[in-house]
């Protein structure tokens, strides 16, 4: 029998994803509410029931609303939204975070889908706090550009109507509450709050995360060789990841590290560059935030839950 998947949210940016990386797939059943049902909780709760796997790709609250629906103990979820990110009970999604956690994943009834902005930073900070390399405390900064599609169908809108004359760059979370703000926190293992400084720039997806390090103020100030190393032996632990480490280049400009080069897949690039002599370094990730960043994540996980 085919397990039967159901999106909750289909008909928005990261359910028509899911529903297009899902098409031609013969060993699942999608399962979707009538059209004329959409709007009703009754069918809601009736599908959500149903189904083997039901991907939240819902507002928060929207998302809470659904858990409270499931009314059995089968039914195993994958919430999308920023609800259950930090929650107690709920795995992290984010498979290739440590070598443990692919298996925490499968053996989840709840996963947190990660947003597209931590994943980059957590990927490279993480190895770093883990080995000692980067204290807990210290001060990070991340910044980065995505493409206008991580902004929802208004944003969307707005720039397909605006077409050329879209901002180029546009930055945001100037209030530095940044919704992202608490998963990049808690899972690249800092013990204070990050600043987030994100932007979006004139293309449909894809996005790049930078994080500039200041080493010279540690006593032991870790040499870009040491960063890299660190950071290539954690992916190298993991089997069957989808995060690739570019060898370690002093290079002025690279052309690979294009934001929409991995647009369309699952795949994230690490790099490190540093200059040694200023004891600065640059933490770079490259990967789709429709892709790793959202809906690809969401597959990768539905995989793992499933045993597939």
């Known amino acids: 029998m085919k397990p039967k998947i159901f999106i909750d949210g289909e008909h928005g940016t990261t359910g028509l994803q ?48 659904s858990v409270s629906l499931i009314a059995n103990d089968t039914t195993k979820v994958i919430d999308a939204s920023t609800a259950h990110r930090v929650a107690e009970g709920w795995a992290y999604g984010f ?21 597209c902005w931590p994943q ?63 998963e990049l926190r808690a899972y690249a293992r800092l013990s204070h709050d990050p600043i987030m400084q994100p932007a979006v720039g004139n293309f449909a997806q894809g996005m790049i995360t930078v994080v500039p390090l200041q080493l010279g ?32 280049a002093h290079s002025e400009r690279m052309p690979e590290i294009n934001p929409e080069v991995y647009n369309g897949t699952n795949r994230m690039k690490v790099y490190v560059f540093a200059n040694d002599k ?12 429709l892709g790793k960043g959202a809906s690809g994540a969401a597959v990768q996980n539905m995989d793992l839950m499933l045993g597939l």
């Open 217 to 248: 103020s540690l006593d032991h100030v870790p040499t870009g060789a040491e960063l890299h190393a660190a950071i290539a032996d954690h992916f190298a632990a993991i089997k069957g990841g989808v995060v690739e480490v570019a060898p370690y």
């Open 120 to 182: 980059g930073p957590i990927a490279t900070l993480r190895p770093l706090v883990t080995s000692g390399l980067l204290p807990a405390d210290f001060p990070i900064t991340v910044n980065g550009i995505s493409g206008y599609s991580g902004g929802g169908r208004p944003m969307i809108e707005d720039y397909v109507a605006k077409g050329e004359e879209a901002s180029e760059f546009l930055p945001y979370g100037l209030t530095l509450r940044h919704k992202h703000v608490p």
């Open 18 to 65: 899911i529903r297009a990386l899902l098409a031609e797939r013969s060993d699942l059943e999608i399962i979707s509410i009538p059209t004329e049902r959409r709007k009703e909780t009754a069918a809601r709760g009736e599908f959500l029931n149903a189904a083997d796997v039901a991907i939240l790709c819902l507002p928060d609250d929207a998302a809470k609303e």
């Open 278 to 289: 200023r004891a600065q370094a640059l933490l770079l990730a490259v990967y789709d935030n």
């Open 95 to 115: 498979a290739e975070m440590d070598k443990d956690q692919a298996k925490a994943i499968a053996s989840a009834k709840r996963v947190a889908n990660p947003g």
